[in-house]
């Protein structure tokens, strides 16, 4: 017999002593409790009042934070609805101004400015037709 073929032997035999060795485990089938006292169990949690979690100092500091960070946006909003966006705009009112200018006096193409201001020429496009920032004069 080669040595692979004895060393697969004792493979098998040695997986096969583990397997009788080991008694085959049951899979338990329900909780395990009677049928009276699962009743009971599930009754006093029905008459139990439920449980009411409660914040840490630290929990109520941050909602508060959160609702005062909210109202502060919500009342700039109803100011001047352009500020209510976001501020990682890659333009501002003083570059759409420049944008016009540059797009009305046909110096340079959309792509070029597009380019030069670091948006898309679909961008430069709605600008100078007034699709978009159509409140900057």
Request: proline share 7%; glycine share 4%.
């Amino acid at each position: 017999m080669t040595p692979q073929a004895e060393a697969r032997r004792l493979r098998e035999a040695a997986f096969a002593e583990r397997k009788r060795a080991k008694p085959a485990r049951r899979r338990q089938v329900g909780s395990g409790l009677s049928a009276p006292e699962a009743r009971r169990i599930v009754e006093e949690a029905k008459e139990a009042p439920p449980a009411i979690p409660v914040e840490t100092p630290a929990q109520v500091a941050a909602r508060e934070l959160r609702q005062a960070a909210w109202t502060e946006r919500l009342r700039v909003a109803a100011l001047d609805p352009r500020k209510a966006r976001g501020s990682n705009r890659k333009l501002d009112p003083d570059k759409v101004r420049r944008i016009r200018a540059a797009a009305e006096s046909g110096e340079y193409t959309q792509t070029e400015i597009a380019a030069a201001e670091g948006v898309s020429q679909v961008a430069i496009s709605n600008i100078h037709t007034g699709d978009t920032w159509a409140w900057v004069e």
